[in-house]
């Protein structure tokens, strides 16, 4: 990974292709106000860099996100060695969130301008290098609400080298002032090299050799007080030795110039070490290289239902891959003194499965067979013990997996806040309202989610009630009901306790000779302190 830190570029980099600004390879340098002290000691600029938006890391494929935003943002490297890129993103109304990984966590990108007219907005991400691959969680709320991961990618690379002396037979003593590894963009077809020297007040001439000639580098920035410095400066390919003339001079004491190559692509050569035969280690054909936990479910013969005894087999089940290209399934059964002669089919005989472990005291045992493959049917026999009179006999099941399992969401924080039931107009009070307890609880989910928990009065009036969960009327959940008190407990997602929902209510009560439905709007207020 690159050292930014002492990067600082300069208005004089305005001069590095200049005609190639609208291309997306282009690095142009954008300069950052300061105080006539500050330029003189220390220059701060932007770099104009391209970048591409992937669907996956692997980089194979490009996400259609990125026709939502201007595929050229500006980099801005701080003091302390930060980087911020500024990105365009298009049609900025609809995007709800713009989430960037930041030392592991997704963190929002801060709005730094909007255009209203062209409807775009300049977002602003931490970096960690340009090198590095950035993931990215968009929201975005069209016709319905859509959700994608994407990858971000700058068109740069960082690039380690040699600094060989004029015989190409060592390496220089100019090595320790040459910053590796170095980074490289390409402008208009052109490999650009940045590189950042050290000891600067020491230089007095650094050339590099660019079609047979040796021609001065390009200054990006510098700073006197570190004596550091960014050059620029052009090469063919990684695959050519690039001759450099480095004029070093201290008063009174010193005054060279040297003589060196840079090699990208390790193309000198040097003794080779005396090569020991490899150690070759045994393949261990049982070595787990891959393991994904699945849903699943123990269902009967017809394959469509679920068994009696699929309650007594916990979820998920754990499927290993080994180096032989074998898998095996994990699973760990409940009340274990009632499963009897436990057999899965393997390679066409029923073969006993084997324990791994027992826990005596939650009464289960984990046990481990081989499967065909992560999705393959697998029949299994088994007895249930008298002891359970209700499901005791043999049986004759099918373990069927399902999806990949994902670990459910846990309650981060549990807030209580006012609210009111709004009318359809979103004005005024509705009549409802007066059938609903404040506060309201919310709780927000590990995965970003909301739900919200209300109580409702004269529980036995309420035929329906539905809430707008992104973008559907869905009804809502009860968790408990009080026919003492005629009330019930329901709970419905919703999108965040600063935005409205929607709900739809019918309300038949018998006794008052009523019946009507009604269209409210929920608004939550401030959070409720203990």
Same mark, same amino acid.
């Given at each position: 990974m690159i050292n930014f830190k002492g990067y600082f570029l300069s208005a004089a980099a305005a001069a590095l292709i200049v005609s190639s600004a609208c291309s997306v390879n282009a690095l142009a340098i954008d300069s950052t106000k300061q105080t006539a002290n500050e330029q003189t000691a220390k220059e701060v600029n932007k770099i104009a860099l391209g970048f591409h938006v992937y669907k996956a890391e692997d980089l194979t494929e490009v996400s259609s996100m990125g026709r939502a935003m201007d595929l050229m943002s500006q980099v801005e490297i701080t003091s302390d060695g930060k980087i911020y890129a500024y990105m365009t993103i298009k049609n900025a109304k609809i995007w709800n969130s713009f989430k960037t990984e930041v030392n592991g966590v997704m963190v929002e990108a801060e709005k730094v301008s909007e255009n209203r007219e062209a409807d775009t907005a300049v977002m602003k991400i931490q970096v960690p290098s340009l090198s590095a691959t950035i993931k990215a969680d968009i929201e975005i709320q069209a016709q319905s609400t859509m959700k994608h991961t994407t990858f971000i990618k700058f068109e740069a690379e960082s690039k380690e080298f040699k600094v060989w002396n004029d015989k190409q037979a060592a390496i220089s003593s100019m090595s320790s002032y040459m910053t590796a590894p170095a980074y490289v963009t390409t402008v208009d077809g052109k490999k650009i090299v940045l590189l950042k020297i050290t000891g600067t007040d020491m230089w007095k001439s650094f050339q590099t050799e660019v079609n047979g000639e040796l021609v001065e580098v390009t200054t990006i920035s510098e700073d006197q007080e570190a004596h550091t410095k960014v050059v620029s400066f052009e090469i063919p390919s990684y695959d050519v030795l690039i001759k450099t003339?480095?004029?070093?001079?201290?008063?009174?004491?010193?005054?060279?110039?040297?003589?060196?190559?840079? *090699?990208?692509?390790?193309?000198?050569?040097?003794?080779?070490?005396?090569?020991?035969?490899?150690?070759?280690?045994?393949?261990?054909?049982?070595?787990?290289?891959?393991?994904?936990?699945?849903?699943?479910?123990?269902?009967?013969?017809?394959?469509?239902?679920?068994?009696?005894?699929?309650?007594?087999?916990?979820?998920?089940?754990?499927?290993?891959?080994?180096?032989?290209?074998?898998?095996?399934?994990?699973?760990?059964?409940?009340?274990?003194?009632?499963?009897?002669?436990?057999?899965? *089919?393997?390679?066409?005989?029923?073969?006993?499965?084997?324990?791994?472990?027992? *826990?005596?005291?939650?009464?289960?045992?984990?046990?481990?067979?081989?499967?065909?493959?992560?999705?393959?049917?697998?029949?299994?026999?088994?007895?249930?013990?008298?002891? *359970?009179?209700?499901?005791?006999?043999?049986?004759?099941?099918?373990?069927?997996?399902?999806?990949?399992?994902k670990k459910p969401a846990t309650v981060v924080s549990t807030k209580k806040y006012n609210y009111t039931a709004l009318k359809d107009t979103k004005k005024g009070t509705s009549a409802t309202n007066a059938y609903m307890v404040k506060p309201a609880t919310i709780m927000k989910m590990s995965d970003g989610k909301y739900y919200a928990t209300v109580t409702i009065k004269n529980a036995s009036w309420w035929k329906s009630f539905k809430t707008d969960v992104n973008g559907k009327m869905t009804t809502v959940k009860t968790v408990s009901t009080n026919k003492a008190k005629n009330t019930k407990v329901v709970k419905f997602q919703i999108a965040s306790p600063t935005k409205q929902v929607k709900s739809t209510i019918h309300i038949k009560a018998a006794s008052a000779n009523y019946e009507g439905k009604y269209t409210n709007y929920l608004k939550f207020g401030k959070e409720v302190k203990k």
């Open positions: 003339a480095s004029h070093i001079s201290v008063p009174n004491m010193y005054d060279m110039t040297h003589i060196t190559y840079l *090699d990208f692509n390790n193309i000198v050569k040097t003794t080779p070490p005396v090569v020991l035969p490899p150690v070759v280690k045994p393949v261990d054909p049982n070595k787990v290289i891959s393991s994904i936990k699945y849903n699943y479910a123990l269902v009967t013969k017809s394959k469509k239902m679920n068994s009696a005894v699929n309650k007594y087999m916990a979820k998920p089940i754990k499927i290993e891959k080994t180096k032989s290209g074998k898998y095996y399934a994990t699973v760990k059964l409940k009340n274990a003194g009632l499963w009897k002669s436990v057999k899965t *089919d393997v390679n066409g005989k029923m073969t006993a499965v084997k324990i791994v472990s027992s *826990d005596a005291k939650a009464n289960t045992k984990t046990v481990k067979f081989q499967v065909k493959s992560p999705k393959a049917v697998t029949k299994t026999t088994f007895t249930i013990s008298a002891k *359970d009179k209700k499901n005791a006999g043999k049986y004759t099941n099918y373990i069927k997996v399902g999806s990949v399992y």
